[in-house]
C-alpha cells in the first residue's frame, strides 16, 4: 500500500522531499501539492503524474486523496496547516520549526492532546544522523563521563533574502536547541546571547551570533551561528566530559592531497549535509504511520520546547540578559518520547 501524501509549500525544502518520496523513499506517492506562488507549485506538479494542484493548503488537507500531510512552508505559517491537519484528523510532518511563536506551539500541543493520539512529526533530522547518533552513543555510553559542556558551530554559506534578524535562533539556532534536549536527555532552562562584532558577508544582519544554553542539570552549551559564512555549510558539535570529549567526526569521504595541498569537500548546504538523515527521518515517519499507527519521531512537544527555548534566546538578544525557559506542564500524551 502506498501511503498518499500532500505537501504545502513547494519551496527549496519542499522540492527536495518530493524528490526523496518519489524516487528514493518506499511506501509513499505524492498525491497533491500547493504553495502561495501557484506557479512554483504547477511546475513542482508536472513531475508528478497525476498530483492534483490545490489552491490553499486547506484545499490540499481536506482532499480526500491525501491522507498524510507533510508542511514545508515558512515558519510563521505551519501553525495554521498543523491546526488543520489534527482537525481534519490526518497525520502531519511539519518541517522545523513547528512554528515561530511559544503561544502557537502550545495551541498545537493542546490540540493535539485533546484528540487523544499523535498525529504531529517536526522535522528535526539531527537526530537522524549517523554522526550525531554516534555522537549521542558515546555520551550514552558514560565512556567520557558526566557531560559538562558542548561546543557547536552552525555555519551557512548564505541564507536567503527574506532571512530575518531573529531567525538566526528560531530558523537556525533552533537545530542545536533540539538536539540539546535529545543529547543530554534534558530540558534547556535558561538562554544568553553573546554579539561580537559584525561580518561584512552579512549586510544588515547581526552575524555572527553566539548563544549561550544552560541545561536543566547544569550543561553549558555554546553555539557559534555565523550564516553568511560563505565557504561552505560547515555544522560541528564537540561533547566535554568529565573524563574525556567526543566530537562530530570530518564528514567527507575523501582528502585528496595533489600540489601540495591536502583538501577534504566541504558541503554546499542542508541539503547535502544531511541527505540520509532527510531520507531516514521520512521513511521511518511513513513507516511508522502507515496502517494507522503513531509517529514516533520528534512530537509536537519538542516542537514546543524548542520554541520556548527560541523565544527566550530571541529575548536575550534583544535584552542581552539571561532569560530563563519555563515549561507548560507536559500532557501525558507525551510521557514517551525518544
Ligand atoms: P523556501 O522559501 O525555499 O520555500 C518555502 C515555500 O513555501 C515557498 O515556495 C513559499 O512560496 C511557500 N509558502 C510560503 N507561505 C505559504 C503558505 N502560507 N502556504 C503555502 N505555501 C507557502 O523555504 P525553505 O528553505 O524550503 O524552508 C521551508 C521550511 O522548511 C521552513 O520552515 C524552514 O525552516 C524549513 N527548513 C528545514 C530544513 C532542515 O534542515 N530541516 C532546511 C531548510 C528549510
Ligand atoms: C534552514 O531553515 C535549515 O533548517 C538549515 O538546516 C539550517 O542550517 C539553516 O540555517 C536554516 O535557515
Known amino acids: 500500500m502506498m501511503l498518499k501524501v500532500g505537501v504545502v509549500g513547494t519551496g527549496m525544502i519542499g522540492q527536495d522531499h518530493i524528490r526523496r518520496m518519489t524516487t528514493v523513499l518506499a511506501g ?8 502561495v506562488d501557484v506557479d512554483t507549485a504547477k511546475r513542482v506538479a508536472e513531475g508528478l503524474p497525476g498530483a492534483v494542484v490545490h489552491g490553499s493548503g486547506e484545499d490540499l488537507i481536506a482532499d480526500p486523496g491525501v491522507e498524510a500531510v507533510v508542511v ?3 515558519g510563521p505559517t505551519h501553525e495554521q496547516y498543523v491546526l488543520a491537519s489534527i482537525a481534519a484528523g490526518k497525520q502531519v510532518f511539519c518541517e522545523k520549526p513547528l512554528a515561530t511563536t511559544e503561544e502557537a506551539c502550545r495551541r498545537i500541543v493542546e490540540a493535539e492532546a485533546a484528540a487523544g493520539r499523535r498525529l504531529v512529526q517536526v522535522g528535526y533530522m539531527r537526530r537522524y ?9 558515546v555520551v550514552d555510553s558514560g565512556r567520557i563521563g558526566t557531560p559538562l559542556m558542548m ?28 538536539m540539546v534536549r535529545w543529547m543530554f536527555g534534558e530540558e534547556i532552562a535558561a538562554a544568553r546571547v553573546l554579539v561580537p562584532r559584525k561580518s561584512r558577508n552579512g549586510g544588515d544582519l547581526q552575524d555572527p551570533l553566539l548563544l549561550i544554553l544552560e541545561t536543566a542539570g547544569g550543561a553549558i552549551v555554546d553555539v557559534e551561528l555565523s550564516v553568511n559564512i560563505r565557504y561552505g555549510y ?23 592531497r595533489a600540489a601540495q595541498q591536502l ?21 521511518e515517519w511513513i513507516d511508522s504511520i502507515a ?42 500524551l507525551y510521557e514517551v518520547t525518544r
Open 291 to 332: 496502517g494507522g499507527g503513531s509517529p514516533v519521531g520528534p512530537s509536537a512537544w519538542d516542537g514546543y520546547a524548542a520554541a520556548v527555548v527560541s523565544d527566550a534566546g530571541v529575548a536575550a538578544l534583544r535584552d542581552g540578559t539571561r532569560v530563563e525557559v519555563a515549561l507548560m506542564d507536559r500532557p501525558a
Open 129 to 137: 544522523d549517523e554522526a550525531y547518533r554516534a555522537l549521542k552513543a
Open 234 to 256: 560547515d555544522i560541528r558539535g564537540e561533547v566535554v566530559g568529565e573524563d574525556g570529549t567526543a566530537a562530530l567526526g570530518e564528514l567527507s569521504p575523501v582528502a585528496v
Open 72 to 74: 514545508c512552508s515558512w
Open 28 to 35: 509513499v506517492e505524492v498525491t497533491a501539492v500547493t504553495d
Open 151 to 178: 561546543h557547536c558551530a552552525h555555519r551557512n554559506a548564505s541564507v536567503p533574502p527574506h532571512y530575518a534578524a531573529d531567525m538566526a535562533i528560531t530558523d537556525t539556532a533552533v537545530h542545536e536547541i533540539d
Open 263 to 283: 583538501t577534504t569537500p566541504v558541503p554546499a548546504d542542508w541539503r547535502e549535509r544531511f541527505i540520509r538523515a532527510y531520507d531516514i527521518e521520512i521513511q
